[in-house]
Structure formats: C-alpha cells, structure tokens
C-alpha cells in the first residue's frame, strides 16, 4: 500500500540542455509533412466485387471511397482506342461480318444452302477476287536458232517494255525452273506416272527411277534487259529438251496472264536492235541476278 505524502520535498529543476549541448552535435530544424500518402483506391470492378466478398464473409461493412480524378485507367482507355482507331475510321469491322456468319452459321445444318450463299457471295465480288489479264491473247512464237544446250542465249520479245513486277515474276519462274533442273526434277528418261494408264492404281518403280541416266542444269546466267528485249544465257549440259518445254509451258501462261511475250528465240549471239555495249547503269537498261 503506497501513500502518497503531498508534503514532499520539490526536487530542483535540471537543465540538461547544456550538459547535452556540450556532447551532441546540433541538429538542423526538419518540417514534417502532414500529407496523406496512403495509397489512394480506385474504383475498378475487381476490386469492388472483391469488397462485396470481404463483406459478405466478415460480415462488415466495407466502405469504398473514390476520389474522381485522372488515373490511369483512362490512359488505358485512350491506348485502347487509338489501337482501333484505324478500324473506326474506315468504318468496317472485320471481326463481325454477318454476311459470313450467316454462311458459316447454316453450313453444319444446311450445306447446300451455305454452298449456294458463298457462290453468289463470289459472284458478286467477283471485280474483287479475280483480276483482269493484262497479258496477250496472242500464242508467244517459238523458234530455234542453232540452240546448244551447253552454251547459248534465250532471247525475249515483249509487246511492251515489261514492268517491275513482270520482271520480278518472271525472274522467279525462271528461278524455279533452273532449279527444278538442277536437281534432275526433268528427266525424260524416268517419267513413268505420264507414260503409265491413270485409269488403275498407278505404279512406281523406284529401282528402275534411281537407275536411270541423271539429268542435270550446270549453270545460268543473269537476265538482261533493253526496252522490250531481254536475254539469259544457259549451260544446261545434257540434252534434254523437256526442260525447254517446261520453260516454255510457264513463260507461256506468264505471257497470256501478266506481261505479253511477242516472240521466244533459243541460240544466236544476236537479236534484232540488242546493243552489246550497253551497262546497267543506262536508261532502259537492266540486269536482274538469277
């Protein structure tokens, strides 16, 4: 038991500022900020079903304060927008086409009618799918010059000076055919699927295929053009003119869909107005690597 005596003695007052002056350094004066920096909420639907649950579970209440300022969810709706914004402009939208859905919609219950809806679908927008030719109607001419096949030009006559997507087309159908030739793809020597009757289970025999004289393209040159002429120079090596009537076969279709061939001439060392000393670097002057 304590007894509070209100007679004692007052204990003198201690100025302990001087004594701790003398052994601690001085501090210089720091203003606190009163700022509140918890974090601020947002109102996304996250995070206001998340509260619901809290609330139903805890059996509190949770109450959601949201301050209306900029946050960044508008930066992201903005971002959202100009993604689609190309979309917009135009004024389609190819995610939703109902033309199409109703085709693909009725094709599992009714095919006939799916097959019917896509085939005026194309018809009338036939102008959009298939282009018009711009070839000749014109068959190309085809003659032979003394052709070696070891050493020779194939010489091209085109109606008109060709433009640069018939050049780069027909650099890659060339491409492709001395490549084919190259690896022996045209041997008139093995071709026993065309001389067989398709009218029964076809037959290969692989031995006699791998025993047969292999064919191959030694080398090529680039192709050359002048206005409406041009050259390439071929060492096929071996005789085989199949592989001219594969050439022949694509240049053919090149000339009647896309650029018009007036005239094909193999061998020769001259054609017509074709100027030997001409460069690349002059006008209506090319040369194109194979």
């Known amino acids: 038991m304590f007894i509070l005596n209100t007679c004692a003695p007052i204990l003198p007052v201690i100025d302990f500022s001087r004594h701790l002056n003398n052994r601690l350094a001085p501090f210089s004066a720091v203003t606190l900020s009163t700022q509140n920096h918890a974090p601020r909420l947002i109102r996304t639907p996250v995070f206001v079903s998340q509260a619901q649950k809290l609330q139903g579970e805890v059996g509190i209440d949770v109450d959601v304060e949201v301050e209306d300022e900029d946050v960044d969810v508008e930066d992201k709706t903005t971002s959202r927008k100009a993604y689609r914004g190309r979309r917009s402009e135009e004024g389609k939208d190819y995610d939703k086409d109902p033309e199409f859905a109703d085709i693909l919609g009725s094709c599992l219950d009714d095919p006939q009618r799916a097959k019917s809806k896509m085939a005026d679908r194309l018809k009338n927008k036939r102008d959009k799918i298939l282009h018009t030719k711009t070839g000749s109607a014109t068959p190309v001419k085809v003659t032979f010059n003394k052709f070696d096949f070891s050493n020779s030009y194939i010489w091209f006559e085109f109606y008109n000076a060709p433009l640069e997507r018939d050049v780069s087309l027909i650099c890659d159908a060339i491409r492709a055919w001395h490549i084919i030739g190259r690896l022996g793809g045209c041997n008139s020597m093995n071709m026993q699927l065309s001389q067989s009757h398709m009218d029964k289970r076809p037959s290969y025999d692989a031995i006699s295929g791998a025993n047969v004289t292999p064919t191959t393209f030694y080398n090529i040159g680039d192709l050359e053009i002048q206005d409406n002429l041009a050259r390439i120079w071929v060492d096929i090596g071996t005789t085989e003119p199949l592989l001219l009537d594969v050439l022949i076969n694509a240049l053919t279709q090149i000339s009647s869909d896309f650029a018009g061939i007036k005239?094909?001439?193999?061998?020769?060392?001259?054609?017509?107005?074709?100027?030997?000393?001409?460069?690349?670097?002059?006008?209506s002057c090319s040369v194109h690597k194979i």
């Open 263 to 283: 005239q094909l001439v193999f061998g020769g060392s001259e054609f017509e107005n074709w100027k030997e000393n001409l460069k690349s670097e002059d006008a």
